[in-house]
């Protein structure tokens, strides 16, 4: 008997599948086997009733090594929340009724400035990524605070927890726009700082689970020497940068009164806008700015709930999406009051038809939206998965071969149940997952083919 390709198969997952394979096309798989190779790759998916699979499912079964799905169950590639402030979670939800500024000033960096104690950060961010997991995110680009070792607590935290993640020290050195509590001490110690902090996260050993990102907070809290420093560094380590752009008025003001220029453009002066750059909102981008994105390969996280408090606008995704941006989302944690990628999801799809039709009833229907049209169902499980992966410049976001098995299994019959009577088609079933279930229904979590959560 040939033992070559069953044994270079680690675990094999049997069951019904929802993946994207475009930002427009949901793959629809019925009863396939999915096998997972020991680094936790997708190495093959088969249909169940191919004749190669029935001795693979015997042979997996006597080790125990298949996982099959119930009836009611369905596999989904896990969730990518592309921006999340790790040491925000104890605020979720409070004070969203300050603008920005005010926010971040008289809430944010009060909270963010206990992090100088590491144990007060290992207590937070245990119960975030333990949180995050059960929500389904699989992979989570987070801003840490500007202290080295609780950076570094939180890279821990998530390799050894299991999340695939992208943990930035954050910087922000300039004296006159931060708080005496709560800044880097100079310039030349943050720089020290990010490169002692890239170094420990490559040396904490987690197969490439968890990755450091070059993190200026935003150019109003940045010296201009700390901006160019920070672009040196990514192009050094080639690793990540992270930050936000044109999120509001006034922070897309403020990089036009200190260079003449929009914030993207500077961003891209100081080599910050990478093949590997993620940035948070840009709602307020020009399409020069987005051109911009588009020949960088920079990608921009939407944070649609955040917005809807802090961006005096709603970001245009469909045009975006149009323009070929690479876009994911985020929760933004915690301008955003929810930790699931699922509410953001619903949060894109409302603001996309809002946007496109409009909000005042008082103004003729002609007049009330854009009708630049909007995004639909498909792309946006393709926002939550797929396009963060592609965002990221990772293989994540589908369960497909040469994919990372990060996946969550979805149990339509938990908690109750969903409502799904009568269901006509799969596209019912997909529905409801994305646009009603919740964390309570989700029956188990694998990162790199690793079980996170479920037993
Ligand atoms: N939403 C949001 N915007 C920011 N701009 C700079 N810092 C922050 C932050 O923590 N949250």
Redesign the pocket.
């Known amino acids: 008997m040939d033992e070559a390709p069953r044994a270079g198969f680690a675990r094999i997952f049997r069951g019904p599948a929802f993946t994207p394979v475009s930002p427009t096309e949901v793959a629809v798989l019925d009863d396939h086997l999915f096998c997972v190779d020991p680094a936790g790759t997708v190495a093959r998916v088969l249909a169940a009733d191919d004749p190669e699979a029935v001795e693979l499912l015997a042979h997996h079964r006597a080790a125990g090594t298949l996982t099959e799905a119930a009836p009611g169950q369905y596999f989904l590639p896990g969730f990518v929340d592309l921006h999340v ?1 790790a040491p ?1 979670w104890p605020q979720l939800g409070r004070a969203l009724d300050r603008p ?1 500024g005010d926010w ?1 000033m008289n809430y ?1 960096f009060p909270l963010e400035a206990r992090y100088a104690d590491p144990v007060f950060a290992r207590q937070v961010y245990t119960q975030l990524v333990e949180n995050l997991l059960r929500q389904g995110t699989t992979t989570a680009m987070y801003f840490a605070t500007v202290h080295t070792q609780a950076s570094v607590v939180l890279a821990e935290i998530c390799a050894d927890r299991g999340q695939r993640a992208l943990v930035g020290k954050v910087t922000m050195d300039d004296r006159s726009s931060n708080p005496d509590f709560y800044w880097d001490a100079d310039t030349a110690s943050a720089l020290d700082g990010v490169v002692e902090f890239i170094e420990r996260v490559h040396g904490l050993g987690s197969g490439g689970l968890v990755l450091p990102v070059v993190t200026p ?2 150019i109003p ?1 940045c010296t201009d020497r700390a901006l160019a420093g920070l672009g040196e560094i990514a192009a050094r380590y080639g690793v990540h940068v992270q930050s ?1 752009c044109s ?1 509001s008025d006034w ?1 897309h003001q403020c990089a036009f009164d200190r260079y003449g220029r929009s914030d993207a453009e500077s961003l891209d002066g100081f080599g910050l806008l990478t093949g590997r750059s993620v940035m948070a909102h840009c709602v307020h981008l020009s399409d020069r700015d987005a051109e911009l994105f588009a020949r960088s390969g920079t990608a921009i996280a939407h944070c649609p709930v ?1 917005n809807a408090f ?1 961006a005096d606008a709603v970001l245009p995704l469909r045009r975006r999406l149009d323009e070929g941006l690479e876009i994911g989302l985020g929760t ?1 944690i915690s ?1 955003g009051f929810a930790p699931s990628v699922r509410t953001a999801l619903r949060e894109a799809l409302v603001q996309s038809r809002t946007l496109d039709h409009g909000a005042d009833p008082g103004r003729p229907a002609p007049e009330r939206g854009t009708h630049d049209g909007h995004i639909v169902l498909e792309e946006a499980f393709w926002l939550a998965t797929a396009g963060g992966g592609e965002a990221l410049s990772l293989p994540i976001g589908r369960l497909a071969q040469g994919y990372a098995w990060d996946a969550q299994l979805v149990d339509t019959t938990a908690a109750g149940g969903l409502p799904l009577f009568d269901v006509r088609d799969s596209r019912d079933v997909l529905d409801a997952i994305l646009l009603v279930s919740g964390a309570e229904h989700i029956a188990g979590v694998w990162v790199a083919g690793r079980r996170v959560i479920g037993d």
């Open positions: 402030h925000q920005l971040l944010t907070r935003f809290s936000h999120e922070e955040s802090f933004d301008g």
